[in-house]
């Protein structure tokens, strides 16, 4: 019996050590924390709901997708890039590459040209911001790092996209 109970006091001492305490999360729904702050003093303007709250969020976001056979920028890629131009006029020694691509439908000389109109579209957002040509490469990959083993829409509208590169010498 003795053993029994020890293995029953044992176990709930287990238990009581995995039990979560609550998290004071008070400071994510203040208006004025001084994320929300870096983030309005980044853009310019509030949060647009998007869950990107904090400046360091919008840096690590460097994707942006397109429609299919589109190069035309959706809007709600405004912030994003306001926050990356920001970044590169505080910083003007940093250069960053525009990566155009595409999904694997198409031939591939459509694809690469393509990927460099998209690639131009968010250059010229970035411009519109502010940045100098000097700080911007656009190079197109087209489809060569296309998902070619998942014909899944899915795979597609990941495979449309322009990654943002920094590090460029």
Known sequence: MNKHTLTIAALALFLAAC?????????????????EVAAEHAVGEKDDGRGYKVYGAYL??????????????????????????????????????????SDERGKAGYNKDL????????????????????QLETISYGNEFASQDCPDEHCHKIDRRVDINYGVK
Not at 19 to 35: D, F, M, R, V
Not at 115 to 123: M, S
Request: without cysteine; glycine residues 4%; charged residues 20%.
């Open 60 to 101: 690590s976001n460097r994707q942006i997708y397109f429609d299919y056979d589109k190069d035309t920028l959706d809007p709600k890629y405004k912030n994003l890039i306001a926050v990356h131009a920001k970044y590169l006029l505080n910083h003007p020694q940093s250069k960053i590459s525009l990566q155009g691509h």
């Open 19 to 35: 039990k979560s305490t609550p998290t004071n999360l008070s400071h994510t729904a203040n208006p004025t924390s001084k994320q």
């Open 115 to 134: 990927g460099l109109r998209r690639a131009v579209a968010v250059k010229n957002a970035f411009n519109a911001e502010g940045v100098k040509n000097a």
